[in-house]
């Protein structure tokens, strides 16, 4: 069977259709589990929906407050910690090239953001799976504890176009600067403006040919 089959295509999980398929980009955000309140979440949706009819535009007025509040630094921001931030990016890059291909990241002290290339044959959900389990197990044992490390789920958009992956790749990148943790993107040891810098996006990757086909060993 080919394995692309695995993959969901179009589906939802509560709000705006999501879109899992092999070759897309996709902008994901997952973060600690007490760096938002699912009852402040709740309530921002119940304003939300009495405020304005239309569902993107309410998704985006939410995102907006959910990065405020996660910029902000609630919770304990364990990933402040450079071993725990080191821990979460080793886990990124690990299967870069193979199961899907890194364009963006940043480890943000309760959140991080991803932004990649999806392969063939693992899907979206058992590639942020992968990441959470991997790192919960690994920052646990450092920590000597058997707590929920993650947040439940994950935020997904898929990239539309040139001009929506370069807002991505920017908001990414600047993400540590806009919440005060450096002075320029370089600056934060934890993402891909460091690791990677001076790199930048020159066109849109090929959504049909990933530039390196998963395979789940």
Excluded at 70 to 90: F, K, N
Excluded at 179 to 207: I, N, Q, T
Aim: hydrophobic residues 35%.
């Amino acid at each position: 069977m080919d394995e692309g089959f695995r993959h969901k295509g179009w589906h939802s999980r509560g709000y705006l259709p999501h879109l899992d398929a092999p070759g897309e980009l996709q902008a994901l955000t997952f973060r600690l589990a007490d760096a938002l309140p699912a009852k402040l979440v709740l309530r921002w949706r119940i304003e939300l929906d009495h405020g304005c009819s239309d569902t993107e535009k309410r998704e985006q007025q939410l995102h907006r407050l959910v990065a405020r509040y996660e910029d902000a630094g609630h919770g304990c921001c364990l990933l402040r910690e450079p071993a725990y931030a080191e821990v979460v990016q080793t886990a990124l890059l690990h299967f870069h090239g193979e199961r899907y291909r890194l364009l963006e990241w940043c480890v943000m002290p309760n959140h991080v953001h991803v932004l990649i290339h999806c392969g063939f044959g693992t899907t979206l959900g058992e590639i942020v799976r992968s990441w959470k389990t991997f790192t919960a197990r690994k920052i646990n044992k450092s920590l000597e504890a058997g707590g929920k490390l993650w947040a439940p789920d994950y935020h997904d958009r898929y990239i539309r176009d040139l001009d929506h992956l370069a807002n991505a790749r920017i908001y990414i990148r600047n993400n540590p600067v806009k919440a005060g943790l450096c002075d320029k993107p370089e600056a934060w040891p934890w993402a891909s403006a460091s690791v990677w810098p001076g790199r930048r996006p020159d066109r849109l990757p090929d959504r049909e040919s990933p530039d390196s086909p998963a395979h789940d060993q």
